[in-house]
């Protein structure tokens, strides 16, 4: 099976800039997940896709978005791009509904806003 | 809320030592435990979990049991490799969600 797909895997940006990650999760899984992560604030969560829903979302402005499609591949969107905004956004996906279900992570966006 | 405290980094050791890494936890309910690691420039890995009090997760080596009374999931290896260093997360999943919440993350280097 492939592993968990991230495009583009090096994004550089400026400001007020939007911009638009996609993540093709492994092949049956239908959970997705997106994490931001910086050398500061360390892995944060964003939000989890689940059948096309979001079912859970982390603490951050309505600037960021995301959205999954019937295939499961998920977009994350992020307008009007502050410096701050300058990560690593990892998406991730797994199998089921249990918590103790492993998730996989692709390898990363590398996005940089200048 | 739900959080999960690591020991401070980096950590620095020479082949074949010892290696604890600390991590403790503040959950409600039953929440699943889990280690990730990443070598530079990739995305994690899963290197073990364990998802109910006492239970052990191992994998290449690395061990973790699952307590409940202190709170904690300590990683332990009794031989480190120099292909060990990388960064270790500790990691928290949250009921019935995909959400996970992680550690500060712990640097490990491993010198021959």
């Known amino acids: ?12 940006k400026t400001r007020g800039q939007q911009v638009t990650l ?5 092949s ?17 969560f964003l939000f989890e896709y689940f059948s096309e829903t979001q079912r859970n979302k982390g603490n951050f402005p309505g600037r960021f978005s995301g959205r999954q499609f019937s295939n499961s591949r998920s977009e994350m969107n992020v307008s009007t791009l502050e410096l701050g905004d300058s990560a690593l956004y990892l998406c991730a ?7 103790n279900n492993e998730q996989f992570f692709g390898p990363g966006t590398r996005l940089t806003v200048l | 809320g739900n959080s999960v405290t690591q020991m401070e980094g980096p950590v620095t050791l020479s082949e074949e030592a010892f290696l604890t890494i600390n991590c403790t936890y503040t959950a409600t309910g039953y929440p699943s435990l889990f280690w990730y690691v990443q070598y530079p420039g990739e995305g994690l890995q899963l290197l073990l979990k364990a998802t109910k009090a ?3 997760g191992s994998n290449k080596g690395f061990e973790a049991t699952y307590r409940k009374e202190t709170t904690s999931f300590h990683l332990e290896k009794g031989s480190v490799q120099v292909s060990d260093s990388a960064v270790y997360f500790c990691a928290l999943g949250a009921s019935n969600t995909g959400k996970l919440i992680f550690g500060q993350g712990t640097t490990l280097q491993v010198k021959p």
Do not use: F, M, N
């Open chain 1, 93 to 99: 996906s797994k199998d089921g509904e249990q918590a």
């Open chain 1, 22 to 26: 996609s993540c093709s999760p492994i």
């Open chain 1, 28 to 44: 049956g899984h239908r959970s997705v997940s997106w994490y931001q992560q910086t050398p500061g604030q360390g892995l944060q």
């Open chain 1, 1 to 12: 099976k492939a592993g968990v797909t991230q495009t583009p895997r090096y994004l550089i």
């Open chain 2, 54 to 56: 006492d239970d052990k």
